[in-house]
Nanobody, 123 residues
């Protein structure tokens, strides 16, 4: 029902920056009614909540990325971005975007997921 596509992943040195983009290319309702979340999954670990943005533009981030990551949305383009600065090796993971009713760290509360994009931070 909700089809999302992430892009922008790649290899970057520690301290560098990357900007990920998530495009909603199909949905059952207008993009602006979705809260959008970003998650990541490192090898051997469970998928974890990174941050999200609600319908009004309010954001929430996990403590480890506060001050370094910024989430924004452009409802006219049906996109949500994740700007990642001062990247650390521990940020290495596959990053996923998800659409839901509200920002939530519970994966089960989201209605649709992207395929993921790899972010690798070298030390």
């Amino acid at each position: 029902q909700v089809q999302l596509v992430e892009s922008g992943g790649g290899l970057v040195q520690a301290g560098g920056s990357l900007r990920l983009s998530c495009a909603c290319i199909a949905s059952g309702r207008t993009f602006s009614t979705y809260a959008m979340g970003w998650f990541r999954q490192a090898p051997g670990k469970e998928r974890e909540f990174v941050g999200g943005i609600n319908r009004s533009g309010g954001t929430y981030y996990r403590d480890s990325v506060k001050g370094r990551f910024t989430i924004s949305r452009d409802n006219s383009k049906n996109t949500v971005d994740l700007q990642m600065n001062t990247l650390k090796p521990e940020d290495t993971a596959v990053y996923y975007c998800a659409a839901g009713r509200d920002i939530d760290s519970d994966l089960g509360l989201y209605d649709g997921w992207g395929q993921g994009t790899q972010v690798t931070v070298s030390s």
